[in-house]
């Protein structure tokens, strides 16, 4: 499996710029995709998926933009998603839009909650940063 990772990695490099300090990320997410394509469950690596829905009005947007700022907060990285599809939203029953969606849980519909609402549902979910922010004052 590791050759079909570096060969993958090696095309990918070919044709895009990889930092040097970021291989090692890029091996392990093109593992995790390998893997899954494969059919073979990786339970330790649980990601955080987050789904928007909406039609791409200004709400939806925002609300998008204050995801990132969130994750940023919270120092995870996810997989962000919009779904601007009324029948794809209707299937994942989001009735009222913006809707925001996180690991399968709909946490808000019809409203665009606060930023400090949306990094606590991202904290609820996500693994816990190795390191403390940087703001942290410790006595």
Given at each position: ?139
């Amino acid at each position: 499996m590791d050759q079909a990772i570096d060969f993958i990695l090696q095309a990918v490099t070919e044709h895009n710029y990889i930092p040097p300090a970021m291989v090692e990320k890029y091996q392990e997410a093109i593992g995790r995709e390998y893997r899954k394509l494969l059919g073979i469950d990786d339970e330790k690596e649980q990601g955080l998926t987050i789904r928007i829905f909406g039609s791409g009005c200004i709400s939806c947007n925002s609300l998008q933009t204050m995801v990132i700022d969130a994750m940023g907060r919270a120092g995870v990285a996810a997989d962000i998603e919009q779904i601007h599809d009324p029948d794809e939203i209707g299937r994942q029953g989001v009735t009222l839009t913006p809707a925001l969606m996180i690991n399968g849980q709909i946490k808000s519909a019809g409203i665009k909650p606060t930023l400090a609402q949306v990094e606590g549902w991202i904290r609820e979910v996500a693994p816990a940063p190795s390191l403390a922010p940087a703001t942290l004052d410790l006595p």
